[in-house]
């Protein structure tokens, strides 16, 4: 385990210098948020949730309809988060609870879909942009956490790396508006990716020492998702849209029972 993780951790390095020697020549104006895109191809999910609700779009097949709402439910659920201090927190307090803590690690699942992805990337972004060297790994279905950040390119990804498709070096992207990196979903078999899924942990690991943070978006991910990531102590955030929705209600009550100090946080506006 350890030349596996000295050797990752050699190749990250170099990714990270090669990045940091090759700046932008100008910023470009800031993208619109996830919901505004067309949506990609349904990609791999290595922590996918089978009975979590994709996001709805106008073109939706009819097998994908909405999980109906449990009106009468949703007054209870949305009490009990305040009950338990789960206000959304916003963007700026996400970013300097991560800074003022240390954080390495921070986990965002979006019970909502691909739209509350938006939370991961603008915290990322933002301590990105206060001097961190900060990565963001897109582990969603559809690529909603990459696909802004790269205008929509489909590049080489964490599927990659898991199939051994490419190095670090070569799945290690500039953010095209901020000073963060992303390692997007990939364009790997996913069937492949998934078979060396139990790589995950020394991925997100090596990653870690060589980043100042690590940011994971899991899209819809259950607790047993999540739990393949292997990353213990990391900060758990349930990125949420509407706190009234149920389903933002039933993942953090599942989420607070095994991570007690795990938060909602909204994006409050557009990426």
């Known amino acids: 385990?350890?030349?596996?993780?000295?050797?990752?951790?050699?190749?990250?390095?170099?990714?990270?210098?090669?990045?940091?020697?090759?700046?932008?020549?100008?910023?470009?104006?800031?993208?619109?948020?996830?919901?505004?895109?067309?949506?990609?191809?349904?990609?791999?999910?290595?922590?996918?949730?089978?009975?979590?609700?994709?996001?709805?779009?106008?073109?939706?097949?009819?097998?994908?309809?909405?999980?109906?709402?449990?009106?009468?439910?949703?007054?209870?659920?949305?009490?009990?988060?305040q009950k338990a201090g789960l206000e959304p927190l916003t963007i700026e307090s996400v970013v300097r609870k991560l800074v003022d803590g240390g954080a390495a690690s921070a986990v965002f699942i979006s019970p909502e879909g691909d739209e509350a992805a938006a939370s991961a990337i603008m915290v990322a972004r933002e301590t990105a942009d206060l001097g961190l060297r900060v990565a963001l790994v897109d582990l969603t279905a559809s690529g909603a956490a990459s696909r802004p950040m790269l205008d929509d390119a489909a590049m080489p990804g964490i599927t990659d790396l898991l199939a051994d498709e490419a190095r670090f070096s070569d799945v290690i992207h500039a953010d095209h508006y901020s000073n963060c990196h992303i390692l997007p979903v990939g364009t790997a078999d996913p069937v492949r990716a998934m078979r060396a899924a139990n790589r995950l942990p020394a991925i997100l690991h090596s990653l870690a020492r060589a980043y100042d943070l690590v940011v994971v978006e899991c899209g819809p991910a259950d607790l047993r998702g999540v739990g393949r990531l292997g990353l213990e102590g990391a900060e758990v955030f349930v990125s949420v849209l509407r706190a009234d929705d149920i389903r933002v209600g039933k993942a953090a009550a599942a989420f607070r029972s095994h991570f007690p100090d795990a938060a909602l946080v909204g994006p409050g506006r557009a990426v």
């Open 1 to 81: 385990m350890m030349p596996l993780l000295a050797g990752a951790l050699a190749g990250i390095l170099v990714a990270v210098a090669f990045f940091v020697l090759r700046r932008r020549r100008a910023r470009q104006p800031e993208p619109e948020a996830p919901g505004a895109r067309e949506p990609a191809p349904e990609a791999s999910a290595i922590l996918a949730n089978d009975d979590a609700p994709k996001a709805e779009t106008a073109d939706s097949p009819s097998s994908g309809e909405s999980i109906p709402r449990d009106e009468s439910s949703e007054p209870v659920l949305a009490a009990e988060s």
